[in-house]
C-alpha cells in the first residue's frame, strides 16, 4: 500500500501565505511527478501545481503563476506547495497527487485533501 498524507491547510487572510506538505510512504515506489488539485464547493477539480522528480521541471495553472511556488524533497518523498498572495477565490479542498511506479506499474495516487479557505 502506498500512502499520501497532505496537511498544512488552514483559514487566511486575503493577501496571506500557507504552506501545503504532501508526504509519499509505504511499498517501494519510484516517483515520476507529484503535485496539487484543487476543487472548490459546487466546482470540478482543477489543476494547481505540478513538479517532474527527475529534473524538476515544474507547471502551474495560470490562475497561481507567480504567487504559487511548488517544490520538493527528494530524500523524503515530499512535495511543498508555497502559496503567497492568497485570494478568496484559492478557497478549495486541496489535493495531492502523485505518479508513483511500483514494480512497472505507473498509476497515479491522491491524498486525503486539506482545506484552505481565505477570508475577505
Known amino acids: 500500500q502506498v500512502q499520501l498524507v497532505d496537511s498544512g491547510g488552514g483559514l487566511v487572510q486575503t493577501g496571506g501565505s500557507l504552506r501545503l506538505s504532501c508526504a509519499a510512504s509505504?511499498?517501494?515506489?519510484?516517483?515520476?511527478?507529484m503535485g496539487w488539485f484543487r476543487q472548490a464547493p459546487g466546482k470540478e477539480r482543477e489543476f494547481v501545481a505540478r513538479?517532474?522528480?527527475?529534473?524538476?521541471?515544474?507547471y502551474y495553472a495560470d490562475s497561481v503563476k507567480g504567487r504559487f511556488t511548488i517544490s520538493k524533497d527528494n530524500a523524503k518523498n515530499t512535495v511543498y506547495l508555497q502559496m503567497n498572495s492568497l485570494k478568496p477565490e484559492d478557497t478549495a479542498v486541496y489535493y495531492c497527487n502523485a505518479e508513483l511506479e511500483i514494480a512497472t506499474t505507473l498509476s497515479a495516487y491522491w491524498g486525503q485533501g486539506t482545506q484552505v479557505t481565505v477570508s475577505s
Open positions: 509505504g511499498r517501494t515506489f519510484s516517483v515520476y511527478t
Open positions: 513538479i517532474n522528480w527527475t529534473g524538476g521541471t515544474t
